[in-house]
């Protein structure tokens, strides 16, 4: 019987312990990190910003980079992944999202989100009809998607090679990376736990404001909100990495931005709210939203404030402070209550509420011309000023300077 030669053998035994680059353990971690992150920005900035929501145009190199990358990272098809997502947004928190907490339960997104996306991508309807503009090019036709997961076999192969057995686990990091962070917490949590800025029409979720581990995808009610923009971040506390990224591709002339949030511009105080207001607010619905909500619970608060000097209970007020600034469609079933006694029980409170639906008939009501829509917010501007209430008055005179 041959036995291998000693030197090869200790050659063999030393590259299943270390591989070819030897590195420590923290140097592993390391390339491990690095390598899923730029995963992370492959699907953010081409995926999601620059295919599905078509936000900016990405040039050649970056776009053929990102495409190589997610082949060997991810195994997944550009327009499988651009078709699901867009359907996510026109059929958000339905029966037909493919992959909504509030329809299909927080825990079957979380942990078998990518089982959901495999699932959707076999539906023929959703790509044709979701899956439009995607690169159909010669590499995409006969390498990207006719061998879709040799990508992830290379991978596997280049990490056994660099680090011996411990390869495995790299590569396992890797593969699981995508489906844990993107299908499983943003689409998951990002639609069930976290802060809102803004009253979008769904469930969605800034998850963190700081943007960094899942590039910018963590601000996920600022992308629902504005899903064409190319930035994620909107207050000046949120930051989105993958933005970063992108003002430097911009700098290199590898890419071009088409939208970023609307800035609501302020003028001089108009004497009455006219179409250029109108305009303004309409525009910047959301914004304009967020603001009131402030306005409500800075007058929430100073109730509450009124309460407890009272030695009053608390009890109600406490439990409809976070739902008295939301669309009735919002607010669940067993807070409604709530809100009933907290409005009963408060005019300011309610005064507000009613006049903040009216304000949202502006842009709700299309049956109505430009110039009663221009008089119907001078009218509310006027009852709000007259109210005697200090939020509403500010509010209306702030809005009176709103310019789009």
Known sequence: MLLPDSAVLNAAIQWLGHGLWDLTWWQVVLYTLVTTHITIAAVTIFLHRTQTHRAMDLGPIPSHFFRFWLWLGTGMVTKEWVAIHR??????????????????????????????????????????????????????????????????????????????????????????????????????????????????PDASRNIMPWGLIIGGEELHNNHHTYPTSAKFSVKKYEFDIGWIYIQVFQKLGWAKVKKVPPKMLMGDIQPVANEKTLEAVIANRYEVMAGYAREMRRATSQELDALKTKGADLSVLKAAKRWLHRD?????????????????????????????????????????????????????????????????????????????
């Open 87 to 200: 359907k996510h947004h026109a059929k958000c928190e339905t029966e037909e999202d493919p992959h909504s907490p509030q329809v299909k339960g927080i825990d079957e997104v979380l942990w078998r989100g990518a089982e959901l996306y495999r699932a959707e991508s076999k539906n023929k309807e959703t790509m044709e009809r979701y899956g439009h503009g995607t690169p159909d090019d010669w590499i995409e036709r006969n390498l990207y998607t006719r061998y879709s997961w040799q990508g992830v076999g290379l991978m596997l192969v280049i990490n056994l090679a660099l680090f011996g057995t411990l390869g495995m686990a790299v590569w396992a990091v890797q593969m699981l990376w995508i489906p844990i962070t993107a299908a499983g917490v943003i689409n998951g949590i990002g639609h069930y736990w976290g802060y809102r800025n803004f009253e979008a």
């Open 328 to 404: 009735d469609d919002k607010v669940p079933a067993a807070a409604r209550s709530h809100v009933v006694q907290a409005r009963a029980a408060h005019p300011v409170l309610d005064k507000m509420a009613t006049m903040r639906e009216e304000l949202r008939q502006l842009w709700l009501n299309t049956s109505q011309s430009r110039e009663q829509l221009a008089a119907d917010l001078a009218a509310w501007c006027h009852r709000a000023e007259a109210s005697g209430i200090a939020g509403l008055r500010d509010f209306s005179t702030r809005l009176r300077a709103a310019r789009a």
